[in-house]
Structure formats: C-alpha cells, structure tokens
C-alpha cells in the first residue's frame, strides 16, 4: 500500500478505528462484565478476602494492587520500547506485540479463579490483558501528530473515543445478552430429570435459579474471549494503514536498550524552556491519577456499596450503569471538543475538574441504584471529554520536532505513574478502612490541586 499523506482521511480515520478496536477491552474486562464476575467468584465468602503471594487480601484491594502494579511496569518499560522503536523506526510492530499480548490475555480469562492453585496464573491473565492495553496506547498516541495537522487534532481524537464507546458497546450488548440470557445463546440451563419430577416448586425453582446462574458465568467466562478476538481482528485494518514509522536503517544493540530513556531525560531538559508544556503536564500528572483511579474502580465500588436487593439486580443494575455511561461519553467527547474549541483547552478543563470533584462528594453518600444511575450519566459525560481533550491539549502544546514518539512516551509515563499512586493511595484506604467510600473522597483532594494548577498554565508558549 502506498504511503498516505499526513492530515488525509483514510489514515486518520483508520487511526482511530484503533479505539474501536481496543475499547472493547476497557468497557467489558476493566468496566463491567469481569468486574462482575470477578465479584461472583466471592459470593460463598461473607469476609470476600483471597490468599496470594502469601497475604490475605481484601478482594477489591488484590486486584486494584495488581492494577498498580502493571501501571508501574508499563511506566518504565515503555520508555524504553518508545526509545527502541524511535531510534529503529518500527513503532507499529511494538503496538502489534501489545495488542496481542493484550488480546490473548483477554482469552486467558476463561480460566480466571480464585483458589490457592490457580489465582497466580489467572492474574497473570489479568495483568496480560491490562499491560497489553496501555502498554500499545503509548505508541497509538505518539502516531497523532504524526498523522494529523495540529487543528485535525481534537476532532480526530474525539471521534477515536467516541468510535471506541460505539464499538465497544456494541460488543458489550452482544454479552449481556448472553449474560442474561444464556438460553438463547446454547448454554445449558437445564436441571436434573429428579429435581423436575419431585413436584417440589420450592426446590425446583432453586435448581432453575442455580442453573441460571451457572450458565450466566459460563457466558462472562466466554465474553472474555470475544474480546480478545475483537480486539485483535480489528486492530487488523489499523495495522494495514498506518505508516510503519520513519526508518532509519538501525538495528537493535545494547547501548539502544536504554536509549528511551535517555530520550526522556532530554524531554525532561526540553521542558525547561517550555513552561507551557511543563505547567500543563505537572496538572494533567496530578488530575489524571484521580480520573483513571475512578474509572478502573467504579463498578467494583457500584457491586460493593449500593444497595442493588439481589444478584440479578446487581448485574442488570451494574451493565446498565455501564452502558449509560458509555453513551453519554459519546456525547460527552463532542460537546468537550465544542467547548474547547470555543473557550479553549485549559478553561475547559478546569471546567470538566470541577465536576470531577463534585462526583467524588456524591459518590461518598450514594447508597440507592438510582443515585448510581445519576452518578453514572455523569461520569459518562466528562470522562471521554476529559481524556480526548487531554490527549489533544498535550499534541498541540508540543514543540516543533519529529521525535513525537518520545514526548508522548513521556506522557504515558506521567499518566501511569500517577494511576500507580492512586490506585495504592485508594487501595490501601480500602484495605485498612474496609470502605471504598472514604477512599473515592481522598480523590477530591488530586482534584483540587489539578484545578490550581491548571490555572497555572500559561496561555502562550513562554
């Protein structure tokens, strides 16, 4: 295929359907359905507490540690890989490899459990999936400026995000329904010829519901790999246009290993001489560990602290929730765009802060499904807008260069070290309080401190 021309409509869009590609990931294994399932696993427990690596963990804290845990991997291998990949020019084959490991980290889930022999191999499933994700979204990112013109930019990243939540609904409608109702889908929901001749309703309904209910699990197991598949079949076409990177004719040595990082302690430098750039990247480090704690913990706060009255409730109510808020982000990333584009980047953003901040208040005294359903909707309108216009705020602010790989490497490291600490910061509340109630509320305070320092950044490159 031949080379498109930067700013054309084939690349960009082809670029963005990368987010419809790997949002199924996002929605069904990080927002909804593994959450979910990852709950069911804990329902015989009246503490929900899980042995591994030789402690006894709070269920919600293990996996927002492990979380944690691959933010930090990612945040210092992908300076390195980033610094490979520029130094070589093949920063496509790097999101390829992520891709995969992602994909089939997202089909290891089938096997996920709990037990003493098995919880180690299915985190590693886990961490597979998540690493996976973020780790090719540094090397998808750095492809912006490399493919729009700088006023391209926040129309094309809006519409990246708003392609990845139609996508990703779509798949996620395709696994409730399977969910709810795995009948319709083959899974066996028959019970034992005895329990049906007994005459017994009281037992016979009980045997119905327990063979319902197994074959709902059955179906979240049999979602994660149609998510690994999506992910990985429809990534294809991105792949098939997207420019290989700039070639440089290097091979891979020893000394290139450490080269990423290298390359950020010149950033580093760099950004010394553009405060702009500085000032805004110290705001969005400190605002996105809050919005990315939020996002990777709701629905296990939603399982833990609503009142949803029984099982089946709490599953409708937790998807439906999901789903709201994927729709509304739709919304949400467009109106942010127009915003942008008419009070500017920064003014909106503080904007979309403030009701950040004003979520983790509501969130701390919520207790009915419908309260969540609100909180929801309003989740749903800030998130894509906060993450599109963060992306795009970034690519405009950045200096004259064709080293984009390594500022956006950057990037991705402020943002993953920051998910690190508050992710500990939320896990360790949760673990010694056992309320994930006052842990939301600590957020507001990296809220706070995002808005003042928003307010800082100048208007003009200095």
Known sequence: MSKLKKGSKKLLNAWAFYDWANSVYTLTIASSIFPIFYSALFLGQTEKTVLAFGIVFKST????????????????????????????????????????????????????????DEIHLSLLFYFMGLIGYWGSLVFYNSYLPDIAYPEQQDKISAKGFSMGYLGSVILLLINLAMVMKPDWFGFDTSISAEIAESGDKEKIAIAIQKAKDSASFEAMKISFITVGLWWILFSQYTFCVLPKGSSKG?????????????????????????????????????????????????????????????????????????????????????????????????????????????????????????????????????????????????????????????????????????????????????????????????????????????????????
């Open 61 to 116: 804290a293990l996996i927002t540690y492990v979380t944690a845990f691959t933010f930090l991997v990612v945040a210092f291998t992908s300076p390195i890989l980033s610094g490979i990949a520029d130094y070589v020019g093949n920063k496509k084959n790097f999101m390829k490899f992520f891709c995969y490991v992602g994909g089939l980290g997202c089909i290891g889930l089938y096997w996920f459990g709990i037990e003493p």
């Open 250 to 462: 290097h091979k891979v040595t020893k000394a290139v290993v450490f080269n990423g990082l290298k390359e950020l302690k010149l950033v580093w430098i760099q950004l010394n001489d553009n405060l702009r750039l500085k000032r805004y990247l110290i705001a969005f480090f400190v605002f996105s560990m809050a919005v990315q704690t939020i996002m990777l913990v709701a629905v296990y706060f939603g399982e833990e602290e609503i009142a949803w009255g029984s099982s089946d409730a709490k599953t409708q109510g937790l998807i439906t929730s999901i789903l709201v808020i994927q729709l509304v982000a739709i919304a949400g990333a467009v109106l942010t765009s127009r915003a942008s584009s008419k009070f500017g980047n920064i003014k909106t953003l503080i904007v979309v802060n403030f009701i950040w901040m004003a979520l983790c208040f509501y969130a701390y005294f919520m207790e009915t499904p419908m309260q969540f359903y609100i909180a929801a909707s309003l989740v749903g309108l800030v998130m894509g807008g906060v993450q599109s216009l963060a992306r795009s705020t970034y690519s405009k602010f950045l200096p004259e260069t064709e080293d984009t790989t390594s500022y956006f490497s950057f990037y991705d490291v402020a943002e993953k070290i920051g998910i690190v600490i508050g992710m500990v910061i939320f896990a360790t509340i949760d673990q010694i309080t056992g309320s994930m109630r006052n842990a939301i509320l600590f957020l507001v305070v990296f809220f706070l401190a995002g808005i003042l320092l928003l307010f800082r950044v100048p208007k003009e490159k200095l």
